[in-house]
């Protein structure tokens, strides 16, 4: 394990860090989108297999493990080479990738010492190359998660956040792989950079989704999926479902994002790829469709991103 999740919540309260029950089984398997299984919480240590096991028994066949570091992210290429449910994700995420660009900053809290950087002018520069060395592995479906985050990094660290946007996304269209874009406040800036002229890969995904139907309907343009995670069924979330209703059904996506944004109504308690099924059935009846139509689309949809998963 990597990292874990605390048990004192943002509003200074402890967490009921006890694992929500598990739901009713999909009548047809899905996929998570995107999962940190490597990411503990709670007092429990879950293993791949059992976390995979769990999500089976409900109804989830598979999932995206994403890295946001060199050190998860060659957690997640042997995730993936472990278990043929699971398929992996690389990148730094760009609330690291200040510190990294300029070490005396002080901005981030990374930490990628164990990086030689001999022939690199910063760790950035050197982690990134790891990063390609790592897409290059056949489980690895996707950079990502990679992009913009304006709610935890100020403007000190945009540009560099920025240049490691474009870097990553220019490691997926040399790999050929998906990107995954990690977008938190900061959706104009994620759209320029997208729509600035540069190629972009073949698939691009907003990793948990949190954009209104203005950035649904750029979207749906341009053909860029849409992952909605447990945020999308929490009472005050009427941006992402609006969204979500407009969406092009060939577009979206489903997800975790654990071990956070558990959906409603644990909402933060500990998450797992087994809870799923409660997004979609919330995501079904938000758009007035049948569970399994809903399943069969995100399956299909999940699969033209990533491929199949064995083989």
């Known amino acids: 394990m990597h990292g874990a ?14 694992y929500p029950p598990a739901p009713k089984p999909l009548p047809v398997s899905v996929i998570d989108n995107h999962t940190h299984m490597d990411f503990r919480d709670g007092w429990v240590e879950v293993s791949v297999k059992d976390a ?28 993936a080479e472990s278990d043929p449910r699971v398929l992996a994700a690389v990148a730094i995420h760009p609330n690291d990738a200040p510190r990294l660009l300029h070490p005396e900053s002080g901005h981030g809290h990374a930490d990628e010492s164990e990086l030689s950087l001999e022939g690199f002018d910063n760790p950035l520069e050197a982690a990134l190359a790891e ?8 489980r690895v479906r996707a950079i990502g998660e990679t992009g913009l985050d304006y709610f935890r990094t100020g403007e000190e660290g945009r540009d560099a956040q920025r240049y490691s946007f474009e870097r990553h996304i220019d490691i997926a269209v040399r790999t050929g792989k998906a990107m995954q874009i990690h977008d938190r406040d900061a959706h104009d800036d994620v759209v320029e950079v997208l729509t600035s002229g540069i190629k972009l890969p073949e698939k691009v995904v907003f990793h948990c989704y949190s954009g ?31 969204a979500l209703a407009i969406a092009r059904k060939e577009l979206i996506l489903v997800e975790t994002d654990a071990p956070f944004l558990t959906p409603h109504p644990f909402r933060g308690r500990p998450n797992a790829v087994y809870m799923v099924p409660y997004t979609v059935r919330f995501m079904a009846k938000h758009l007035g469709v049948d569970v399994e139509e809903l399943c069969h689309q995100l399956t299909q949809n999940t699969e033209e991103v990533y491929g199949q998963f064995e083989g």
């Open 52 to 79: 995979m096991d769990a999500a089976n028994a409900v109804g989830v066949k598979g999932a995206i493990q994403v890295g946001c570091d060199v050190k998860s992210s060659r957690w997640a290429v042997q995730a």
């Open 212 to 242: 209104d139907e203005a950035l649904a309907k750029i979207c749906n343009e341009h053909g860029w999926y849409m992952s909605f995670a447990g945020t999308v069924s929490f009472k005050n979330s009427k941006n992402q479902q609006a």
């Open 5 to 18: 999740r605390s048990a004192v919540a943002e509003n200074g309260k402890r967490r009921d860090t006890s």
């Open 131 to 138: 990063i390609e060395k790592l897409a290059a592995h056949p």
